[in-house]
C-alpha cells in the first residue's frame, strides 16, 4: 500500500510539471520557465544559475531586452529576502547587456510591471530593458 501511494505521488508530480508549489500556493509556469529550459525558441542574450535574458517578442523600442529570475516568482508582491541576489543580479546584467548593446551613454529605461494596474501580462517577474532612441516621458497622463 506504502509503495503504491509512493508510486501515485511520483506519477502526479511528474504529470503536473507546469505547477509549481510556492509558500503553500500553487503557482502556474508561464511560457517565460520554457525559455529558461529552453524548450520553447527566444533570442537568448544572457544567462547564468541565477538569470536569464532574452529579446521581447514584440519590440517596443530598438532594443528591448527581458531580464527574469530563474526561479518561479509571479510578481514584486511574491519577492522574499531570499531572491534578492537575483534581483540585484537582474540590475548588473542590465548594465552589462546595455553596455554591450552600445545604449548605457545614452541612456535606457528599466521597467518592472506588477499586476493589473501596472499592466502586467506575464506572470513571472521580468524587468523590460528597453533604449536605442529618446524613450520620452515615463508616463502617459
Ligand atoms: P508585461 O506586460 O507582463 O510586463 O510584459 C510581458 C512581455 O513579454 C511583453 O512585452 C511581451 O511582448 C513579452 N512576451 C510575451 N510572450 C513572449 C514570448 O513567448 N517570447 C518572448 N521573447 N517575449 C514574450
Known amino acids: 500500500m506504502l509503495l503504491m501511494c509512493l508510486i501515485f505521488s511520483i506519477l502526479a508530480a511528474v504529470g503536473n510539471n507546469d505547477v509549481i508549489k510556492m509558500e503553500n500556493q500553487m503557482v502556474d509556469e508561464t511560457i517565460f520557465s520554457k525559455i529558461i529550459r529552453k524548450e520553447i ?3 537568448v542574450v544572457y544567462q547564468d544559475e541565477l538569470v536569464t535574458a532574452f ?3 514584440n519590440p517596443r523600442a530598438p532594443i528591448h531586452i527581458l531580464i527574469i529570475p530563474n526561479k518561479l516568482i509571479p510578481t ?3 519577492l522574499v529576502d531570499e531572491d534578492e541576489r537575483a534581483m ?3 540590475f548588473t546584467v542590465a548594465k552589462k547587456i546595455a553596455q ?3 545604449i548605457a551613454e545614452d541612456g535606457y529605461r528599466l521597467i518592472v510591471n506588477c499586476n493589473v494596474h501596472g499592466g502586467q501580462e506575464v506572470y513571472h517577474i521580468h524587468m523590460h530593458l528597453v533604449g536605442g532612441k529618446p524613450l520620452g ?3 502617459v497622463n
Request: aromatic share 0%; glycine share 12%.
Open 55 to 57: 529579446k521581447d517578442i
Open 100 to 102: 554591450d548593446a552600445g
Open 137 to 139: 516621458p515615463m508616463l
Open 41 to 43: 525558441p527566444a533570442d
Open 88 to 90: 540585484g543580479r537582474m
Open 76 to 78: 514584486l508582491n511574491d
